[in-house]
């Protein structure tokens, strides 16, 4: 089992005190990507959900978009290695536009901003789910709440929380959720919250998928905004138990709490 | 005067109560950046700073390490493009890391990791400093306050904030400092603080700069601890007005204010 924090001794200094303190520090760990044994990028990500996360890394940075195409994954912990097979033919340069995300993949292909989306599976979200599921993420965060370092994503279907995985990056968080949608671990008829920002490519990865609810506990930005309304996507901000607040397509969302 | 935010309604949803709402959106727009007229990235950013911006954009992917070979910046907003002049010769394509960084320089060149860092100024900061460091970078973050969406950076040196920069990216509002401070807006002889967390590359390009004392209002992660001890920088994490908690270098820092 791989300890994912260290313990270091720091100084704490306010005008009148000095004490010696311990805090727990985040492991960030550097994890190069290959696919069909090309490499073709790196990122430093928290140890956990690695298979998920270079398929979802992939997908996001546009190396393949048909989910149909990926057929395994392996792992070398020893080298910081992920090893994603796909039914790719051609292993191209992208037009990447690095992105303003807290991610390991803030980087987008310039062609998905322009690109039509899938129509988005058909399923409301009740109230009363949207708090539980809110709710059982953020009691899962214990890494978080301990480093104040890593990012939460957690999913929902079938009236409970199918998946949750943390990160160092609100990204790479989101890539392990869309990484097993891709493996066929959750389907993409679910809601997906997310503990970091909804900037463009992090709704852009969720649409791609077609994940029709998108949470997130904090702001949405711009192009994230206007993406959302290009996919018809669910877009949530400042999601909280008790309320949330609908930037897109709010018939989604049922109340059944009244 | 380029507008950085959009209105939006949105629909505030709880158990009892269904209200309309006016919620501000921060723009991000993508943006090319050339380097001796050949492009080498795009990032998504907020448009401010944005020469700044291209040149510690540049600097912390490695395009260049030395200060002296920065020319000039042009940009053209109507393209989205930023024009940077460098005295280097050849544009390699780098051996870069994804960071899990929440900007748009999430990348770090593997040599960097392993490489010696220059010495850092000599130079120590009082406690009363620190805090009205704080105090007046807390005090410019408006659109951090308004959108939700935005991280600040802040530059102290010669007894005053020299430097402020705001973005949705983490990495970017650091990159605007230091692009600063390399087109010579700043002497590397202060300290940083920004609202991010303090993650491998982020200490990185600080450590490259050879800013002595590195400030966050958050945390820092195993490798953004380990680059700050290499280079022997002040590193402080939870940074707040009444206490800070220091994680390396402690003598940097004098209590004045016992």
Chains 1, 2 share one sequence.
């Not at 949750?164 to 869309?178: M, Q, T």
């Not at 904090?218 to 309304?229: D, F």
Request: glycine share 8%.
């Amino acid at each position: 089992m791989l300890t994912l924090t260290l313990k270091h001794r720091t100084q704490l200094k306010s005008p009148n005190t000095e004490e010696e303190r311990e805090e727990e520090v985040i492991l960030e760990r550097p994890y190069r990507i290959y696919l069909n044994e090309e490499p073709v990028g790196s990122s430093m990500v928290l140890p956990t959900g690695l298979e998920e996360f270079g398929v979802g890394f992939l997908f996001a940075q546009g190396y393949f978009d048909n989910p149909t195409v990926f057929k395994e994954v392996r792992l070398c912990h020893e080298k910081g290695s992920i090893f994603v097979y796909a039914d790719v033919e051609k292993i191209e340069g992208k037009d990447l536009i690095v992105t303003s995300g807290c991610g390991g993949t803030g980087k987008i292909s310039r062609e998905f901003l322009e690109k039509e989306f899938s129509p988005l599976a058909e399923w409301r979200m009740k109230l009363s789910e949207v708090r539980e599921f809110i709710l059982k993420v953020l009691k899962k965060s214990d890494l978080g709440l301990r480093t104040h370092c890593v990012h939460a994503c957690g999913y929902w279907e079938n009236g409970r929380l199918s998946l949750f995985y943390e990160d160092v990056g609100r990204h790479n968080a989101v890539d392990k959720v869309v990484g097993a949608i891709l493996m066929g671990k959750a389907s993409p008829k679910g809601a997906i919250y997310t503990t970091g920002r909804l900037t463009s490519d992090m709704v852009l990865k969720c649409a791609r998928v077609g994940i029709p609810i998108v949470m997130s506990r904090t702001a949405t930005s711009s192009l994230g905004l206007e993406i959302a309304k290009k996919a018809g996507i669910t877009l949530i901000c400042y999601a909280r138990p008790e309320r949330i607040n609908i930037f897109n397509a709010p018939e989604r969302i049922i109340n059944d709490l009244v």
